[in-house]
T-cell receptor, first 108, second 113 residues
């Protein structure tokens, strides 16, 4: 089946630092989504990015479909960025296959 | 902005009891999904639903689980006889097209005692 691997599993940053989260996947991509799971457990959509680069404020994402990876960049991190970041690959049948997540802690 | 809603936010039940988790997808969406997340683990696909029937289901979605769209707005997940291992966060998601962005509800945390 499709494999989705995220790295690093855990990341601790000082407020104001930048970070890059990586998502590798084993199959061609129809759709790739990045989510932030906040401390209340809600999954917040960050990006729908099957290819190319998108930016939203301090966050940006790049997917290189031919090389089967996606990167999520967080610049000038804030304590509210803490939580778990998931990437999810969409199969041909529509279901999302999630990675294990990267747990980010931003310290003040 | 339209959003997916789920009720209840938290459900506590005794092992062996039936539970129904409710979702109201975004109104013009046609594809509906249930996922679950056991505490500390990744999100797992349970079932997809389109045109009033199941499109795909995972190995987790056994005979104890069922889904229904009883009217034009609600989408429900029923667990007939809950087990301890059913304790998890259950997420509903919907999308307009089969390969479009999936929008997730806030989840229902199910605790089976």
């Amino acid at each position: 089946g499709i494999q989705v691997e995220q790295s690093p599993p855990d990341l601790i940053l000082q407020e104001g630092a930048n970070s890059t989260l990586r998502c590798n996947f084993s199959d061609s991509v129809n759709n790739l989504q990045w989510f932030h799971q906040n401390p209340w457990g809600q999954l917040i959509n960050l990006f729908y990015i099957p290819s190319g680069t998108k930016q939203n404020g301090r966050l940006s994402a790049t997917t290189v479909a031919t090389e089967r990876y996606s990167l999520l960049y967080i610049s000038s991190s804030q304590t509210t960025d803490s939580g778990v970041y998931f990437c999810a690959l969409q199969s041909n049948t529509g279901k999302l296959i999630f990675g294990q997540g990267t747990t980010l802690q931003v310290k003040p | 902005e339209p959003e997916v809603t789920q009720t209840p936010s938290h459900q506590v039940t005794q092992m062996g009891q039936e539970v129904i988790l409710r979702c109201v997808p975004i109104s013009n969406h046609l594809y509906f999904y249930w996922y679950r997340q056991i505490l500390g683990q990744k999100v797992e696909f349970l079932v997809s639903f389109y045109n009033n029937e199941i499109s795909e289901k995972s190995e987790i979605f056994d005979d104890q689980f069922s889904v229904e769209r009883p009217d034009g707005s609600n989408f429900t997940l029923k667990i007939r006889s809950t087990k301890l291992e059913d304790s998890a966060m259950y997420f509903c998601a919907s999308t307009a097209g089969g390969l479009d962005t999936q929008y997730f509800g806030p989840g229902t945390r199910l605790t089976v005692l």
